[in-house]
């Protein structure tokens, strides 16, 4: 039990999947001007890489493995992907309108979201068993939610306070996620 606690602990803070392993840079970047916004994408992008971690393993296992189709992984983990991403869709607009209509626009973009495959292939690529590829598909996104709300609250702070000319909006944006990195890098220390 202990093992997996620091190993989800490693996951969200040291081997941060944004901040140290540089994926799913594009949402981070452009979803996170609002705190709404980051806590949406925050929670969809775990309910989804939850979902998509199973059933990527069980797609690699039972399926590419045994028929030696193990070169069509990123291919197959893609459709996976947007096919949970199409499903899920549907049955939160059919039967949660509310938590559907909260998370907007936001469920296909996942799709694209370069960290939902990287986690995947992460999880096959290190040898994980089913329960520590769960953990796996569980702790990186909140990793990335973390970072992602942080950087919202930094940015809507940002908006208040007087920016010279040169710095407002993407450049401050990049410096400020810079600094997120770095404090994220002192984590290093505990693995």
Same mark, same amino acid.
């Given at each position: 039990?202990?093992?997996?606690?620091?190993? @989800?602990?490693?996951?969200?803070?040291?081997?941060?999947?944004?901040?140290?392993?540089?994926?799913?840079?594009?949402?981070?970047?452009?979803?996170?001007?609002?705190?709404?916004?980051?806590?949406?994408?925050?929670? /969809?992008?775990?309910?989804?890489?939850?979902?998509?971690?199973?059933?990527?393993?069980?797609?690699?296992?039972?399926?590419?493995?045994?028929?030696?189709?193990?070169?069509?992984?990123? @291919?197959?983990?893609?459709?996976?992907?947007?096919?949970?991403?199409?499903?899920?869709?549907?049955?939160?607009?059919?039967?949660?309108?509310?938590?559907?209509?909260?998370?907007?626009?936001?469920?296909?973009?996942?799709?694209?979201?370069?960290?939902?495959?990287?986690?995947?292939?992460?999880?096959?690529?290190?040898?994980?068993?089913?329960?520590?590829?769960?953990?796996?598909?569980? /702790?990186?996104?909140?990793?990335?939610?973390?970072?992602?709300?942080?950087?919202?609250?930094?940015?809507?702070?940002?908006?208040? /306070?007087?920016?010279?000319?040169?710095?407002?909006?993407?450049?401050?944006?990049? @410096?400020? /996620?810079?600094?997120?990195?770095?404090?994220?890098?002192?984590?290093?220390?505990?693995?």
């Amino acid at each position: 039990m202990m093992d997996y606690l620091v190993f @989800i602990v490693s996951c969200v803070l040291v081997n941060n999947i944004l901040l140290a392993q540089f994926l799913g840079n594009c949402p981070f970047l452009g979803t996170s001007k609002k705190m709404d916004t980051a806590v949406g994408m925050s929670a /969809a992008v775990v309910f989804v890489l939850v979902l998509a971690g199973a059933v990527t393993w069980i797609v690699q296992k039972y399926v590419l493995v045994p028929l030696n189709l193990e070169y069509l992984r990123t @291919i197959a983990f893609i459709l996976v992907i947007a096919g949970l991403v199409q499903f899920v869709e549907m049955f939160l607009k059919k039967n949660i309108p509310a938590l559907y209509a909260g998370l907007g626009i936001y469920l296909p973009l996942i799709t694209t979201n370069c960290a939902v495959l990287g986690v995947c292939i992460i999880n096959i690529d290190e040898n994980y068993g089913f329960v520590k590829s769960l953990a796996s598909s569980f /702790a990186y996104p909140v990793g990335f939610g973390l970072a992602l709300i942080l950087f919202a609250g930094l940015r809507e702070r940002i908006l208040l /306070a007087r920016v010279p000319k040169p710095l407002q909006d993407v450049s401050l944006g990049l @410096i400020t /996620a810079g600094m997120i990195a770095l404090s994220f890098g002192a984590f290093k220390g505990m693995a």
